[in-house]
């Protein structure tokens, strides 16, 4: 569908109105008990509305989302605020209480997208070429790492990718509508099997004796931590966040430079002042995780990191053109690929190692949904296990930015 030559609204504090009702909305009905909400985000889910309805916006011209400023004001600022309170609030000790399938899971999940997307390349380069071919900001393999970075980690490491490898417009609005629907796709499956969860345990003579003292935990750990946040504590978050976001542009702002001198620097990126905001947000985020600034997510710093996700997430979503898929519905068979592979590979551990069904459904969604929907898989098996889908989620926001840098290296050595 042609775009108009200008869009009905270009005022960009109307558009964020807009995307802030549209999240409003979406959030006040998944949350209704009311039984028509209650069937329709059964069948649909929450974020998928969040990409989606703001895209209606730009395929229908009421919004020119590549015109518009609001993406670059949430990605420059939010994101890295986002990634800092997340991965400020992982506990190491707790992940490892986990036990040590929980991680296996998790890590496979994490390798099963990092040679994933190189392998549906390599795949369709044999089969159909074209499909994964392009040069320059539209090179099909640009737009795989976007989704890279959406399967380790979530939104916001998609925003990473999008950024650090410079990709095109067009390939973006095709990818990020195949990492959708082929995510939630997957997510549905995973929701399918949690509901079957202990007929597939004794099949697989899985150990769950683990899971029901993990329950106990978590719920000692919140009733023992958790407590109602002040104006104090709200602003120490923002203080935080926003604080190490200006040193990480402060620092970004004299590497990049240094670095563009340095052909070889320039192939990774080196050069680029959002690689730079990105790494050291996340670097320092982690690096407190150690200390006792930790101790923030008491009082809802995830929370605040979340509602930054949800504004990046639909701000992504007004560059996306549903119409851009019909061009190409040949990117839908490299993104099942992609999953296919991912998902077996889970499915051969968890069988090797007897990992229960909770893990391999949290380890896997930890990595393709991240903070937004791995809680969503958690508490399908028991409300007081959505924290750990947080906390391994959390850790693909730590590992995410360099893992799906990695596969977008490799994606870039073996495309055609």
């Known amino acids: 569908m042609a775009q108009p030559h200008e869009a009905l609204i270009t005022n960009d504090a109307v558009v964020m109105g807009m995307l802030a009702v549209i999240l409003g909305v979406i959030f006040k009905t998944a949350h209704s008990q009311h039984r028509f909400w209650q069937k329709f985000y059964k069948y649909v889910p929450a974020l998928l509305l969040c990409y989606f309805l703001p895209s209606l916006l730009n395929t229908f011209g009421i919004v020119d989302g590549h015109s518009s400023n609001v993406y670059y004001v949430a990605s420059r600022f939010l994101l890295p605020a986002c990634l800092i309170l997340l991965t400020i609030s992982i506990d190491l000790r707790a992940i490892i209480n986990l036990g040590p399938k929980a991680l296996i899971m998790f890590l496979t999940g994490t390798v099963g997208i990092v040679i994933g997307g190189p392998l549906a390349i390599l795949v369709m380069s044999a089969i159909y070429p074209e499909a994964v071919g392009g040069h320059g900001p539209d090179a099909v393999w640009r737009g795989m790492t976007t989704i890279a970075g959406s399967w ?99 620092c970004g702002d004299l590497l990049a430079p240094y670095f563009d001198q340095f052909a070889w620097a320039q192939e990774y990126s080196l050069n680029s002042k959002f690689f730079w905001l990105i790494v050291i947000s996340t670097t320092i985020g982690i690096s407190l995780s150690f200390t006792r600034v930790r101790h923030i997510e008491a009082f809802g710093a995830s929370k605040v990191a979340s509602s930054f996700l949800y504004i990046l997430v639909a701000s992504i979503g007004l560059h996306m053109n549903i119409t851009a898929i019909l061009d190409s519905p ?81 994606m870039q050595s073996v495309a055609p």
């Open 330 to 410: 040949l990117y839908f068979v490299v993104g099942a690929i992609w999953m296919l592979t991912h998902a077996s590979l889970m499915l051969i551990v968890a069988k090797l190692i007897k990992a229960p069904l909770f893990y391999m459904a949290v380890g896997s969604q930890a990595n393709v949904g991240g903070a937004a929907s791995a809680p969503v898989v958690a508490s399908a098996f028991h409300p007081s296990l959505a924290p750990v889908g947080v906390l391994l989620a959390v850790l693909g926001y730590g590992v995410g930015t360099y893992m799906a840098y990695i596969c977008g290296l490799i």
């Open 152 to 250: 380790i980690g979530g939104g916001a490491n998609q925003a990473s990718m999008k950024e650090m490898f410079e990709v095109g417009g067009d390939i973006f609005s095709a990818m990020v509508t195949v990492d959708v629907i082929v995510a939630n796709l997957w997510m549905a499956v995973l929701l399918l099997m949690a509901g079957n969860h202990k007929a597939i345990d004794a099949k697989t003579g899985a150990d769950t004796t683990a899971i029901e003292d993990l329950k106990k935990r978590v719920e000692a750990y919140h009733a023992e931590h958790a407590r109602m946040p002040t104006l104090n504590d709200y602003m120490t978050i923002i203080a935080i966040a926003f604080g190490i976001t200006g040193f990480a542009h402060f």
